[in-house]
T-cell receptor, first 113, second 117 residues
Framework: GQNIDQPTEMTATEGAIVQINCTYQ??????LFWYQQHAGEAPTFLSY??LDGLEEKGRFSSFLSRSKGYSYLLLKELQMKDSASYLC??????????????WGLGTSLAVNP | DAGVIQSPRHEVTEMGQEVTLRCKPI?????LFWYRQTMMRGLELLIY????????DSGMPEDRFSAKMPNASFSTLKIQPSEPRDSAVYFC???????????????FGPGTRLTVT
């Protein structure tokens, strides 16, 4: 079956570093996405990985290991505004036009002063 | 660019009534997605279109749900009759080639919060 696992909740301190893990089991793989969703708002795109390794974008980095079915999102120099839910999503692949994403339930991150 | 536009933002209706949600995707995007989000089930894909054609509707819960995309700039999701268990936030998203931000990125609208009493 298709499954994406993430921790439900995490807590961290302002200025610190936090790593949010995501493991997936899907019938195919053609890319992994991370989205951020603030309470009451829509998800917004953070990062995309399709090859193994680390992608860095400012304070946020995302890592992928396809052989392990594993990804993490790394947030550095945490700010209060980073308190949000972080969603991991996998594009299953399959037929060339498949754009369907399989979504995790999200990790709710609370950043404390 | 105005982003993805959804209406209404909030809808409260009684069980048995028809509900119509509307979406205007970002101009130039050739994919449109309808999602439902609840605390228990997270974000669920209901249906998606490519160039106005439905590609995958396997997530549509039952015959009470229907979606149309008559042209590239408009889509509707209809629930008839509505039930209390349909209460959720419904998101519309559009996507295409994301350029240097990666392919297949989806841009979400603000969502419609539906409450069925």
């Amino acid at each position: 079956g298709q499954n994406i696992d993430q921790p439900t909740e995490m807590t961290a301190t302002e200025g610190a570093i936090v790593q949010i893990n995501c493991t997936y089991q899907t019938s195919g793989f053609n890319g992994l996405f991370w989205y951020q969703q603030h309470a009451g708002e829509a998800p917004t795109f953070l990062s995309y990985n399709v090859l193994d390794g680390l992608e860095e974008k400012g304070r946020f980095s995302s890592f992928l290991s396809r052989s392990k079915g594993y990804s993490y999102l790394l947030l550095k120099e945490l700010q209060m505004k980073d308190s949000a839910s972080y969603l991991c999503a996998v594009r299953d692949g399959g037929a060339g036009n498949n754009r369907k994403l399989i979504w995790g339930l999200g990790t709710s991150l609370a950043v404390n002063p | 660019d105005a982003g993805v536009i959804q209406s209404p933002r909030h809808e409260v209706t009684e069980m048995g009534q028809e509900v119509t949600l509307r979406c205007k995707p970002i101009s130039g995007h050739d994919y449109l997605f309808w999602y439902r989000q609840t605390m228990m089930r997270g974000l669920e894909l209901l249906i998606y279109f490519n160039n106005n054609v439905p590609i995958d509707d396997s997530g549509m819960p039952e015959d009470r749900f229907s979606a149309k995309m008559p042209n590239a700039s408009f889509s509707t999701l209809k629930i008839q009759p509505s039930e209390p268990r349909d209460s959720a936030v419904y998101f519309c998203a559009s996507g295409g080639w994301g350029g240097d931000r990666g392919p297949y990125e989806q841009y979400f609208g603000p969502g419609t919060r539906l409450t069925v009493t």
